[in-house]
T-cell receptor, first 111, second 113 residues
Framework: DAGITQSPRHKVTETGTPVTLRCHQT?????MYWYRQDPGHGLRLIHY???????DKGEVSDGYSVSRSKTEDFLLTLESATSSQTSVYFC??????????FGQGTRLTVV | QQQVKQSPQSLIVQKGGISIINCAYE??????FPWYQQFPGKGPALLIA?????SEKKEGRFTISFNKSAKQFSLHIMDSQPGDSATYFC????????????FGSGTRLSIRP
């Protein structure tokens, strides 16, 4: 998994609570991504980063924020979790923008 | 807004047969088209990729066919094996520092013994 660690791997949380998912990489890759995977929708980009403190929105960014204060860590925060955010979240990294090495995923359930 | 459309959603193929998954894209600026393979409980992994300057790329039993004029590309798995059972995603992006990878909706492939 190209030295990518996602934490936690599983989480159950209540509606309205903030949640932070962490992606840690040891590859010194410039690019980092957060995707969510849902049946019938494939992989949808939430946010991505092309350098420390350089981030941009993806196609489903509403309700999510990210931060990247150092190369190895990319945090995804659900500001106020909703049931529609129940999903499997994948972090990916790449040395160049056409690469994406994925982590193992985090299964998030919002009840 | 779905920039990469993938079909079929699911596919069942007999062992030894040919599996074919199709994708179509809208943005003519895309210049890199990878395919990813995902096994249950794992993250997707790069399988094979193609640039639009070639019409076909083959790696072992896996072949990408590319039709630039039709804005379509497809994955062919020859002599399909039970171990090929997985979810496959096509994707598209540009060789640009600001570009991101856009994925199709995925195809769940099952190979029957």
């Amino acid at each position: 998994d190209a030295g990518i660690t996602q934490s936690p791997r599983h989480k159950v949380t209540e509606t309205g609570t903030p949640v932070t998912l962490r992606c840690h990489q040891t590859e010194n890759h410039r690019y980092m991504y957060w995707y969510r995977q849902d049946p019938g929708h494939g992989l949808r980009l939430i946010h991505y980063s092309y350098g420390v403190k350089d981030t941009d929105k993806g196609e489903v960014s509403d309700g999510y924020s990210v931060s990247r204060s150092k190369t190895e860590d990319f945090l995804l925060t659900l500001e106020s979790a909703t049931s529609s955010q129940t999903s499997v979240y994948f972090c990916a990294t790449g040395l160049i923008n056409t690469e994406a090495f994925f982590g193992q995923g985090t299964r998030l359930t919002v009840v | 807004q779905q920039q990469v459309k993938q079909s079929p959603q699911s596919l069942i193929v007999q062992k030894g047969g040919i599996s074919i998954i199709n994708c179509a894209y809208e943005n003519t600026a895309f210049d890199y088209f990878p395919w990813y393979q995902q096994f249950p409980g794992k993250g997707p992994a790069l399988l094979i990729a193609i640039r639009p300057d070639v019409s076909e790329k083959k790696e072992g039993r896996f072949t990408i066919s590319f039709n630039k004029s039709a804005k379509q590309f497809s994955l062919h798995i020859m002599d399909s094996q039970p171990g090929d059972s997985a979810t496959y995603f096509c994707a598209a992006t540009r060789y640009s520092s600001a570009s991101k990878i856009i994925f199709g909706s995925g195809t769940r492939l099952s190979i029957r013994p």
